[in-house]
């Protein structure tokens, strides 16, 4: 039955699937379209007139840092502008919401046993990654059409609209296809998510180095991306153009890469057991080293692989980072145009300085991804009930928390020095500048850390204190610093708000003088919640099972 | 007698579920107890709170002397615990994770270890992943028996395991009593329960319903008789302590159950009708037990029991 009808089945998959959903998707959904309305909308309200959205579309098309943060510059009207500026945090929020919904339904299914008790029940070999498939895609296409008419209800055209919806849906689409290969390949739905979070990573810097490398069109207004824009995803995105060009012909290829990466994940499911990955188990010792009987050598022997892929992630992300100075530099040096109308708006900072800071505050979010993750992982522990006979033992639950506290606080400290360190580097091998690269790199980086252990101060109160809600609210919360970092100001969002993200109290270390106050008293945040979040555990029930 | 465990109208609700209701509880020390009852009557909560995995909300429980809760850590060095759903870190081998556990614990006696790997056939070289749930359970039988404590919390630990496998766990569970360990065993397999225990205690709902050593409590239900006679048997539904008579067309075979303080009155009676046969069962713990959660409203000294226990909803326990 497997054989001939491998879709079996697929539809009642989707019913359940979407019946599992219901809340998470909606939210997502509802999230990413309020988000566009108002950056369209606060955009109007930035740039008011014709003269100010000219002068600062020239600004954005020579501006080498907003050419990699932030894309290429796409003329002077108003719905392009804000959704070259809005759109990287739309891409990041879509591609993460399809990429766990995508795992949540294969990988994470397998873990828990549950795909084992479907796949008993006449139900074909492919038909639950085909449910996750046309439940993400679907959430998609809901998704472009909700973003097109939040940018149309600014009162803007609905073709420009629509493209701009294209682009979200489009991203979201990829990385849906990314994750399902990912779920295929990983036996773990932790290791499934972080292919799709590598694949971000790597889809950024091309078409951050792509843009950086653009030239200069329609009279100074745009920006014509060199190639390695072309090999990204994000890159494509920014290509459709919307309220510039709407170059349709772009959904092909969002199209065809997630036709191509579906076709791959299928025929990875035809070659391997439920439940296994395409890399077989090994064996182990038959007893135990003295290194892992201590509550924090398990706990290192449980994280240690996470953190080994995001040591080596930031490596590598920072190296390219790091390597973009150059391109950097001389462009500064060949524009003094651009020069000075930079240095209009931050008459004191250096600009390289500048660079260094606005790199490494992006770093630093990302690793802080590394630090909700990991103190997450105690959640996931008791959840799965393996916490229970380790606390059956002489083992306090203090103890317990200690070890994965300092494996989490080390690697997050630990992370920022690498990747300050490797763009570091790599800008000191390239331009000469040893000791600014390495120095200013390492200091922007380090400033980072008080607000990353901040917030995983607040996971650890929200794991004491409502353990069922521990992920959702400390994803939430880092989805938030993320907007509120790369968008707040463009929101014109009120500075109570952006007071309550850690992210916010950073100073843009070294283009900006370090300040002592807010980073202590960030530290204080961490430790206190740290400490509440200790004390609410010691005192509450084992909630075991989701 | 001393007791290992002590409850006194151990309360513990989840929201609106109530899953203990005033648990009274006492194993002595050196005794084989079985905690019987079916699946969500409490036995996990039970066991967890003894564990101070979970805060009681009200009633009073000692463990080995000390408070379950406050003297966790100190207390869980003179006890081994079996969960009955064991979940095990994927990337660890099983000898790992057992001598984890059991050295987490305190000292582990390496040649008892290894000589348990050896008796359930357990290939400790295998990663966690792969291990199927009775090898999982295994693990946790090794790690938890292994250890020379004075109390064992043993949650339904034989799920998963195979006749053979029983077989030993059996064995190694009197070699603990031999010992002079106490262990506390929660099951439904019954025959295991009659096999180990030297009391029981019957749980529904999140309270003791019996309690006692298995002949007391086979004193408490009826035996079932069959008889066949040289006269027609007359008089037997009237007889006090009698139930559902059954009888042939010509009166002279019957099956029937009769209440233990009654069995004399019976006999008696019997005597009179002239018996060719006698056959009686003595009341199995399933019996025992069905008479407590089945159809029939069964107390023998007349009190109803519902016919079918409440559904509930219990969050932790399995």
Same mark, same amino acid.
């Given at each position: 039955?497997?054989?001939?009808?491998?879709?079996?089945?697929?539809?009642?998959?989707?019913?359940?699937?979407?019946?599992?959903?219901?809340?998470?998707?909606?939210?997502? !959904?509802?999230?990413?379209?309020?988000?566009?309305?108002?950056?369209?909308?606060?955009? #109007?309200?930035?740039?008011?007139?014709?003269?100010?959205?000219?002068?600062?579309?020239?600004?954005?098309?020579?501006?080498?840092?907003?050419?990699?943060?932030?894309?290429?510059?796409?003329?002077?009207?108003?719905? #392009?502008?804000?959704?070259?500026?809005?759109?990287?945090?739309?891409?990041?929020?879509?591609?993460?919401?399809?990429?766990?919904?995508?795992?949540?339904?294969?990988?994470?299914?397998?873990?828990?046993?549950?795909?084992?008790?479907?796949?008993?029940?006449?139900?074909?070999?492919?038909?639950?990654?085909?449910?996750?498939?046309?439940?993400?895609?679907?959430?998609?296409? /809901?998704?472009?059409?909700?973003?097109?008419?939040?940018?149309?209800?600014?009162?803007?055209?609905?073709?420009?609209?629509?493209?701009?919806?294209?682009?979200?849906?489009?991203?979201?689409?990829?990385?849906?296809?990314?994750?399902?290969?990912?779920?295929?390949?990983?036996?773990?739905?932790?290791?499934?998510?972080? /292919?799709?979070?590598?694949?971000?990573?790597?889809?950024?810097?091309?078409?951050? !180095?792509?843009?950086?490398?653009?030239?200069?069109?329609?009279?100074?207004?745009?920006?014509?991306?060199?190639?390695?824009?072309?090999?990204?995803?994000?890159?494509?995105?920014?290509?459709?153009?919307?309220?510039?060009?709407?170059?349709?012909?772009?959904?092909?290829?969002?199209?065809?890469?997630?036709?191509?990466?579906?076709?791959?994940?299928?025929?990875?499911?035809?070659?391997?057991?439920?439940?296994?990955?395409?890399?077989?188990?090994?064996?182990?010792?038959?007893?135990?080293?003295?290194?892992? !009987?201590?509550?924090?050598?398990?706990?290192?022997?449980?994280?240690?692989?996470?953190?080994?892929?995001?040591?080596?992630?930031?490596?590598?992300?920072?190296?390219?980072?790091?390597?973009?100075?150059?391109?950097?530099?001389?462009?500064?040096?060949?524009?003094?145009?651009?020069?000075?109308?930079?240095?209009?708006?931050?008459?004191?900072?250096?600009?390289?300085?500048?660079?260094?800071?606005?790199?490494?505050?992006?770093?630093?979010?990302?690793?802080?991804?590394?630090?909700?993750?990991?103190?997450?992982?105690?959640?996931?522990?008791?959840?799965?009930?393996?916490?229970?006979?380790?606390?059956?033992?002489?083992?306090?639950?203090?103890?317990?928390?200690?070890?994965?506290?300092?494996?989490?606080?080390?690697?997050?400290?630990?992370?920022?020095?690498?990747?300050?360190?490797?763009?570091?580097?790599?800008?000191?091998?390239?331009?000469?500048?040893?000791?600014?690269?390495?120095?200013?790199?390492?200091?922007?980086?380090?400033?980072?850390?008080?607000?990353?252990?901040?917030?995983?101060?607040?996971?650890?109160?929200?794991?004491?204190?409502?353990?069922?809600?521990?992920?959702?609210?400390?994803?939430?919360?880092?989805?938030?610093?993320?907007?509120?970092?790369?968008?707040?100001?463009?929101?014109?969002?009120?500075?109570?708000?952006?007071?309550?993200?850690?992210?916010?109290?950073?100073?843009?270390?070294?283009?900006?003088?370090?300040?002592?106050?807010?980073?202590?008293?960030?530290?204080?945040?961490?430790?206190?919640?740290?400490?509440?979040?200790?004390?609410?555990?010691?005192?509450?029930?084992?909630?075991?099972?989701? | 007698?001393?007791?290992?465990?002590?409850?006194?109208?151990?309360?513990?609700?989840?929201?609106?579920?109530?899953?203990?209701?005033?648990?009274?509880?006492?194993?002595?020390?050196?005794?084989?107890?079985?905690?019987?009852?079916?699946?969500?009557?409490?036995?996990?909560?039970?066991?967890?709170?003894?564990?101070?995995?979970?805060?009681?909300?009200?009633?009073?429980?000692?463990?080995?002397?000390?408070?379950?809760?406050?003297?966790?850590?100190?207390?869980?060095?003179?006890?081994?615990?079996? +969960?009955?759903?064991?979940?095990?870190?994927?990337?660890?081998?099983?000898?790992?994770?057992?001598?984890?556990?059991?050295?987490?614990?305190?000292?582990?006696?390496?040649?008892?270890?290894?000589?348990?790997?050896?008796?359930?056939?357990?290939?400790?070289?295998?990663?966690?992943?792969?291990?199927?749930?009775?090898?999982?359970?295994?693990?946790?039988?090794?790690?938890?028996?292994?250890?020379?404590?004075?109390? *064992?919390?043993?949650?339904?630990?034989?799920?998963?395991?195979?006749?053979?496998?029983?077989?030993?766990?059996?064995?190694?569970?009197?070699?603990?009593?031999?010992?002079?360990?106490?262990?506390?065993?929660?099951?439904?397999?019954?025959?295991?329960?009659?096999?180990?225990?030297?009391?029981?205690?019957?749980?529904?709902?999140?309270?003791?319903?019996?309690?006692?050593?298995?002949?007391?409590?086979?004193?408490?239900?009826?035996? $079932?008789?069959?008889?066949?006679?040289?006269?027609?048997?007359?008089?037997?539904?009237?007889?006090?302590?009698?139930?559902?008579?059954? $009888?042939?067309?010509?009166?002279?075979?019957?099956?029937?159950?009769?209440?233990?303080?009654?069995?004399?009155?019976?006999?008696?009676?019997?005597?009179?009708?002239?018996?060719?046969?006698?056959?009686?069962? +003595?009341?199995?713990?399933?019996?025992?037990?069905?008479?407590? *959660?089945?159809?029939?409203?069964?107390?023998?000294?007349?009190?109803?029991?519902?016919? $079918?226990?409440?559904?509930?909803?219990?969050? $932790?326990?399995?």
């Amino acid at each position: 039955m497997t054989t001939t009808r491998p879709l079996a089945g697929s539809w009642r998959l989707v019913r359940l699937a979407v019946r599992r959903d219901r809340t998470v998707l909606p939210v997502w !959904i509802a999230s990413i379209t309020v988000l566009t309305w108002a950056v369209v909308a606060s955009y #109007a309200a930035t740039v008011p007139t014709e003269a100010d959205r000219i002068a600062t579309a020239t600004l954005s098309a020579s501006n080498p840092m907003t050419r990699i943060f932030d894309g290429p510059a796409s003329g002077a009207s108003l719905g #392009a502008m804000s959704l070259v500026e809005g759109y990287k945090v739309f891409a990041i929020l879509t591609a993460l919401m399809s990429a766990q919904a995508i795992v949540r339904h294969t990988r994470a299914d397998e873990e828990t046993g549950r795909a084992e008790l479907l796949g008993s029940a006449p139900v074909g070999r492919h038909a639950r990654l085909c449910a996750a498939l046309v439940l993400v895609l679907g959430a998609n296409l /809901v998704l472009g059409v909700t973003t097109a008419t939040a940018v149309a209800a600014n009162g803007l055209a609905w073709s420009g609209a629509w493209a701009a919806g294209l682009a979200v849906a489009g991203t979201g689409w990829v990385f849906a296809g990314v994750a399902a290969v990912g779920a295929q390949v990983l036996s773990t739905a932790r290791g499934a998510n972080a /292919v799709a979070g590598g694949a971000l990573g790597v889809a950024f810097v091309l078409r951050a !180095i792509g843009d950086l490398r653009g030239e200069i069109t329609d009279g100074g207004l745009a920006l014509v991306s060199a190639w390695p824009s072309w090999l990204s995803p994000l890159g494509w995105g920014q290509q459709i153009r919307p309220f510039y060009q709407d170059r349709w012909w772009i959904a092909g290829l969002f199209v065809a890469l997630t036709a191509a990466l579906v076709a791959v994940a299928a025929m990875l499911t035809d070659r391997r057991d439920l439940g296994s990955g395409m890399v077989p188990a090994r064996r182990g010792p038959a007893r135990a080293s003295r290194w892992l !009987i201590s509550p924090l050598g398990l706990a290192w022997r449980i994280q240690r692989g996470v953190l080994l892929a995001w040591l080596v992630s930031v490596a590598v992300f920072g190296a390219v980072l790091g390597s973009m100075g150059d391109t950097l530099e001389d462009y500064l040096a060949e524009n003094a145009t651009v020069r000075q109308m930079l240095l209009s708006l931050s008459p004191d900072a250096d600009l390289m300085d500048l660079f260094f800071a606005l790199i490494m505050a992006l770093v630093g979010l990302a690793c802080a991804g590394y630090t909700v993750q990991a103190l997450l992982r105690m959640r996931s522990e008791e959840v799965s009930g393996r916490l229970e006979p380790l606390l059956a033992t002489a083992v306090g639950r203090r103890r317990w928390l200690i070890g994965h506290l300092l494996i989490a606080g080390a690697g997050t400290v630990l992370l920022l020095t690498v990747s300050g360190l490797a763009s570091g580097l790599t800008y000191g091998a390239i331009t000469g500048h040893w000791t600014e690269g390495v120095g200013g790199f390492l200091a922007a980086a380090l400033v980072q850390a008080p607000a990353a252990l901040a917030l995983g101060g607040l996971v650890l109160t929200v794991f004491g204190l409502l353990p069922r809600l521990a992920a959702p609210i400390t994803w939430s919360a880092l989805a938030a610093a993320l907007v509120m970092g790369q968008l707040g100001a463009l929101l014109d969002l009120p500075q109570w708000l952006l007071d309550v993200s850690p992210f916010t109290h950073v100073p843009l270390v070294p283009a900006e003088a370090f300040t002592p106050g807010p980073v202590a008293a960030l530290c204080a945040a961490a430790i206190l919640l740290g400490a509440l979040g200790v004390a609410t555990f010691r005192r509450r029930d084992l909630v075991i099972g989701a | 007698m001393e007791h290992v465990i002590r409850t006194q109208g151990l309360v513990k609700a989840f929201g609106r579920t109530q899953a203990l209701n005033g648990l009274d509880l006492e194993v002595g020390r050196g005794e084989v107890h079985g905690f019987l009852g079916p699946n969500g009557a409490g036995k996990s909560t039970t066991i967890r709170v003894l564990l101070g995995l979970l805060r009681k909300d009200g009633g009073h429980a000692t463990l080995l002397g000390g408070d379950p809760w406050r003297d966790a850590v100190s207390l869980h060095r003179r006890l081994a615990y079996v +969960p009955g759903d064991v979940q095990l870190w994927p990337n660890l081998s099983g000898g790992e994770a057992i001598d984890l556990l059991g050295a987490l614990r305190g000292p582990v006696d390496v040649g008892r270890r290894d000589e348990l790997v050896e008796r359930f056939q357990l290939d400790p070289t295998k990663r966690c992943s792969t291990y199927s749930k009775g090898n999982r359970q295994k693990v946790a039988i090794v790690a938890g028996l292994a250890s020379d404590v004075e109390l *064992y919390l043993l949650d339904e630990p034989t799920s998963g395991l195979d006749p053979l496998m029983e077989t030993v766990f059996q064995e190694v569970v009197h070699e603990i009593t031999a010992r002079g360990g106490t262990v506390l065993l929660s099951s439904h397999i019954l025959t295991e329960a009659e096999a180990l225990c030297d009391r029981v205690s019957i749980i529904r709902d999140g309270r003791i319903v019996e309690q006692g050593t298995l002949a007391s409590l086979r004193h408490l239900t009826r035996t $079932t008789l069959h008889v066949t006679t040289r006269h027609p048997l007359d008089g037997l539904d009237g007889l006090p302590g009698v139930h559902d008579v059954v $009888t042939t067309h010509d009166r002279r075979a019957a099956g029937f159950e009769v209440e233990a303080d009654h069995l004399d009155g019976v006999v008696q009676h019997l005597g009179g009708i002239g018996v060719l046969t006698l056959t009686s069962a +003595p009341p199995t713990l399933e019996e025992l037990f069905l008479r407590h *959660y089945g159809s029939e409203p069964a107390r023998p000294d007349g009190t109803d029991v519902p016919a $079918t226990p409440r559904p509930r909803r219990a969050r $932790t326990s399995r």
